[in-house]
């Protein structure tokens, strides 16, 4: 069964506007992930944040994690017609196993 | 440096086939993993890996379904038969260790349709 679920399902936005997805996942974690997957292509990591830190950069990435919401959102800043793309969000227990995937967000650029 | 590599990229079957799906992880990676995605179901991890072990295959959907890894450099996904109901994208990743918070990484997935 799915661990996290994104919201939107779907997002189209103008290029130069800001993206934001949420994750929101169900049981305890000690970190979540975020991977970006390109049409007809594998999952690439993006950024990982621990349970003990709220908010994490990554160039125009920035992520938060709400640990009581349970929930994390992904912000991508001035977005490019490169960054379409579907993202996932992947949590973890305590060790690698079982990381699961959520169900993504297919993000459209509109150049 | 190679990623993970993945065979074959694409491949179209009759129903009832045996299907051989083969896998290469990173060197030195400890752990490999094989997903499973489709648009019904999404993500799902079928089967995991460490030191050549398999640890859980509690996703593995049917005994149609196997998975070996004779040793740290090669493994594969193998359905026999095949059906219809079976066409998705099977991707397979490796991480350097169990540990937390280690990436996942992924190879470009083998793409199968059984028809």
């Known amino acids: 069964s799915q661990q996290g679920e994104e919201d939107p399902q779907a997002l189209s936005i103008q290029e130069g506007e800001n993206a934001t997805m949420n994750c929101s996942y169900k049981?305890?974690?000690?970190?979540l992930q975020w991977y970006r997957q390109n049409s007809g292509r594998g999952l690439v990591h993006l950024i990982l944040i621990r349970s003990n830190e709220r908010e994490k950069h990554s160039g125009r990435l920035r992520v938060t994690l709400d640990t009581s919401k349970k929930s994390s959102s992904l912000l991508i800043t001035a977005s490019r017609a490169a960054d379409t793309a579907s993202y996932f969000c992947a949590t973890g227990g305590f060790g690698n196993e079982k990381l699961t995937f959520g169900t993504g967000t297919r993000l459209t650029i509109i150049p | 440096d190679a990623g993970v590599i993945q065979s074959p990229r694409h491949e179209v079957t009759e129903m009832g086939q045996e299907v051989t799906l083969r896998c290469k992880p990173i060197?030195?990676?400890?752990?490999l993993f094989w997903y499973r995605q489709t648009m019904m179901r999404g993500l799902e991890l079928l089967i995991y890996?460490?030191?050549?072990?398999?640890?859980?295959d509690s996703g593995m959907p049917e005994d149609r379904f196997s998975a070996k890894m004779p040793n740290a450099s090669f493994s594969t996904l193998k359905i026999q038969p095949s059906e219809p109901r079976d066409s998705a994208v099977y991707f397979c990743a490796s991480v350097p260790s169990l540990s937390s918070g280690n990436t996942i990484y992924f190879g470009e997935g083998s793409w199968l349709t059984v028809v």
């Open positions: 890996f460490n030191n050549n072990v398999p640890i859980d």
């Open positions: 049981t305890s974690i000690n970190n």
């Open positions: 060197s030195g990676h400890n752990s």
